[in-house]
RNA sequence: GCCGCGUUAGCUCAGUCGGUAGAGCGUUUGCCUUGUAAGCAAAAUGUCGUCGGUUCGAUUCCGACACGCGGCUCCA
């Protein structure tokens, strides 16, 4: 029998032909794929011919993607049993788990999903086996004559597009063969039955036991086909799917663990913020405890753009449209902006116009109004860079099913700054603008960032390609020499220019795009925005445009979220609640608490009739970050003792030194 | 904007197969109060999201709208 040499999990090793992947691993039961130079491959794939062969586990990246696919798979074939006339759509593994999408008369309800996850369970317990079968087009097409969404998939194979048919229509429909996956039972007598198949590039587990208990079906939804509004909604399921049960009751844990932190919830809780219906959709409110962090959030900010030489600037709310034809935005974004108001329009009694009308606009962005900052006198290249910072509320009108809590609202401030400075200073002007920026990220308590670079969308986009191409390498080269991990974001940029986007990575392990920092060569172009250069001409400034918390909202709920609610003291709304033994101690902590609030503190008094067991749970649940407490023996030694968010306790510490451990941890910003 | 689900006291939620409603927490009041997560008792509180329709009668059934939630789409 001939041999062949290849490499088995990086050692040079001699096999027969015919030799499988299952042969080599198939007696380690974690190993449910093999990728075969470089290609992920089913473990029964024949290796003649192969040069390298790695196996691929089912708790690696790969594997779970592959456990992940193979599950909603499963679960398509459970939608087709209950309901045969289900059309299938596509069925990707997504972060932590995977979707499918399928065309039914009648969207699933939430019973649909537990029938389906048991119909689920009765597949994976048979022990199907995934087969892999190689067809031409026209197979193809016959075998799939009655699903028209994976006709089209076959026919954009066909024509070469499939990478771009759909998010996720690569995992059915891969850039090599055209293949069909039986599943393949065995009935009573033994003999081999394809219960069911699906057009897949694969790969997959050997067999559905390998699924076992670790899957769960968590919610249904619309989607349109391929992505597109223009294409019907299919109803897609959405699952998740591990290694073992256990896995999926940590990851169902994270689940709640986010919702516990969810800052809606916590807003509410903690009495810090409110949409109430009578205002609007997203347009938030601040409750005094809310307002109170959102206030330091702010001074602390004001201080340090003060300290990195920003100018400070104030703009309304509202503008006649005029500007924003200027800037290009009622030509770009006039869906994204609320309506306009019409005023000053004069008519006769027949209507008809006698005076026109002016019509105004909420802001949706601040920069308009600072190029008109710029432009108010001459400038000389002696005040470049130029700094304009301003807390700046603007409006945007976010489609309705799109308004989520304070991240994504129609009404909210943005941390603005736009720097007007010379090309030869764009370079250092924006290397010394991505350190502030980290750096004050890492002053709220974040600080595990990557960076974005997005770049141009030819199709949605002004300026011509030399001004885009010099913007983005100054972008990439400052991108890089901070050392981060800098991810490319290609077609991601706004219409104007391209941006770096700061990531940060919350106490969960979420991300979230912060501070932007964007190029503009367009705009000063638009504004016709010159200073005066050292050899007396006219010179076109470039603008940048920046944002560091994104808007003080959202920035708002994402520390919220990452502090489950329990913020550092310099930001905590109460930062110390002095709470009596029992109420003959009220004075003396009364006098205790003027001390702090003498020292800046933010301190109040508990001299409600709860019991002193209830005062301790009730600053708790506030997540208060110091609780001082004084009774008989306090009082006697002229101290206090602390209680901290961790249950842990410092007794008997005199008052003056009690003082000074509050004010120091806010100065130093510490968590505690 | 699209699809699905939801909206009952300040909050979380139960309930009414059509005859106008309950719990816990919170609030108010009273009695109480000495060491680290809920003292006891009483009371008050609802146009059952809004507007229409069906009905003798609608919080309940139907429709529209508003708001919310999960996605899609979008995200300057």
Redesign the pocket.
Known sequence: MPELSLSVAGAQQSVAAGTTGTDLFGSDRAVVAVRVDGELRDLDVVLDGAQAVEPVTIDSPDGLSILRHSTAHVLAQAVQQVNPDAKLGIGPPITDGF?YDFDVE?????EDLKKLEKAMQRIVNTGQRFRRRVVTEEEARAELAGEPYKLELVGLKGSGAAEGA??GASAEIGAGELTIYDNVARDREGNEVVAWKDLCRGPHLPTTKLIGNGFQL???????WR???KNP?L??V?GTAWPTKDELRAYTERLAEAERR?H??LG??LDLFS?P?EI???LPVFHPKGAMIRMEMEDYSRRRHIASGYSFASSPHITKAKLFEVSG?LD??A???YPPMRVDEERDADGTLRRQGQDYYLK??N?PMHNLIFDARGRSYRELPLRLFEFGT?Y??????????MT?ARGFTQDDAHIYCTREQMRDELASLLTFVLDLLRDYGLNDFYLELSTRNPE?SVGDDATWAEATAVLEEVALASGLDLVPDPG?????GP?ISVQARDAIGRTWQLS?I?LDFNLPERFELEYTAADGSRQRPVMI?RALFGSIERFFAILLEHYAGAMPPWLAPVQVLAVP?????NDYLEDVVAQLRAAGVRAELDD???????K???A??QKVPF?L????????AGA????F?D?S?R??VPISEAVTIVRDAIADRVQV
């Open positions: 979707y009648t969207p699933f309800q939430p759909a998010e968590m919610r249904s939804a619309a989607a349109y992505g597109s509004e909604q109803q897609r959405y969810d809606r919830r509410t809780e949409f219906d609007g959709s997203g935005h770009w974004y869906d994204g902006m949706p962005m920069c603007v945007r009108y976010e489609k309705s099913g799109v308004v989520h809590g994504r949605k991601g940029a706004a219409f104007y941006k932007t964007q445009h033994v029992a109420e003959p101690f409600s009739d709860d019991r002193f067991n209830k301790i749970r009730n708790t649940t609780v407490i004084a009774g008989g023996d306090d009082a006697e206090v003792s602390f209680r968010r249950g306790q007794n008997g």
